[in-house]
């Protein structure tokens, strides 16, 4: 038998799928909405665990991980700016600078000024940084492999599509709070 939750094509968590979910009149379910937020805050901490990881593994911090991937992803070969960054992470760009000058002078980056503004600081990865991550490389994609391997190619660009009105929407809510503030 079908429960009013299956048959709106909805997913339930594990604890409560056998239980029918009344759909109020105006079409949303706050207790779909609550289980939703806690898996998406869940996938958050394993997200966070892992980072750690790996950044456990080069011997940084969980952030300095994060921005040498921000680095990694955003260079097309003339550096990145902090700015870029900061946006990327969601984070103040001085503590990008803050931390960027940690993993320069640990080796694992390199900060030079934009030559078309030299108040512009562009970084790359260090040699020492590249090795370091190609080391975890196989690892890195048979964990994404087992994480994924659920998804086809169309339901990733599907979920990726969801994810970004979904982020678009909280940055939106995040502005209308603080201008309530």
């Known amino acids: 038998m079908l429960t009013r939750l299956q048959t709106n094509g909805l997913m339930a968590s594990p604890q409560n799928s056998a239980r029918p979910i009344d759909m109020p ?17 869940s996938i958050n901490v394993h997200l966070d665990e ?7 593994e080069l011997g940084i911090s969980g952030p300095q991980w ?12 003339g550096g990145v700016s902090v700015k ?13 600078t803050t931390q960027s000058k ?3 002078k640990n080796g694992f980056m390199r900060r030079e000024p934009s ?10 990865l260090s040699e020492k940084a590249g090795r370091k991550i190609a080391t975890l490389t196989a690892r890195r994609d048979t964990l994404s492999d087992y994480v994924l391997s659920d998804f086809d190619g169309d339901a990733l660009r599907d979920i ?18 603080s201008l309530e503030s």
């Open 66 to 77: 994060m921005i040498l991937m921000a680095v990694d992803d955003l260079n097309s070969g």
């Open 160 to 177: 990726t599509g969801q994810l970004a009105k979904l982020k678009a929407r909280l940055q939106k809510a995040t502005v209308m709070l």
């Open 25 to 41: 009149s105006n079409g949303k379910n706050q207790e779909i909405v609550r289980q939703f937020l806690w898996d998406i805050a």
């Open 84 to 96: 870029d960054v900061s946006a990327m992470l969601h984070v103040d760009p001085s503590f990008v």
């Open 50 to 56: 892992i980072r750690h990881f790996w950044a456990k």
């Open 102 to 104: 940690i993993l320069e």
């Open 115 to 124: 030559r078309q503004d030299a108040r512009v600081v562009l970084m790359s």
